[in-house]
């Protein structure tokens, strides 16, 4: 086998659960108990420097 090959088969199988298992991390990742806080700071940084209607 070359090494084109031996790199292509890893990628058809290995790979793609390597990458399905980063997609599902990063897709939980919002959600887990201890990210309220970040969730909810990120989400009210925009308004931040407001001051009142100016």
Not at 15 to 34: D, K, S
């Amino acid at each position: 086998m070359t090494a084109y090959e031996t790199l292509r088969h890893f990628a058809d199988s290995y790979g793609l659960v390597a990458m399905l298992f980063v997609f599902l991390t990063l897709c939980a990742w919002p959600f887990r108990p201890g990210a309220k806080h970040h969730n909810h700071s990120a989400a009210h940084s925009i308004f931040k420097d407001d001051q009142d209607g100016q």
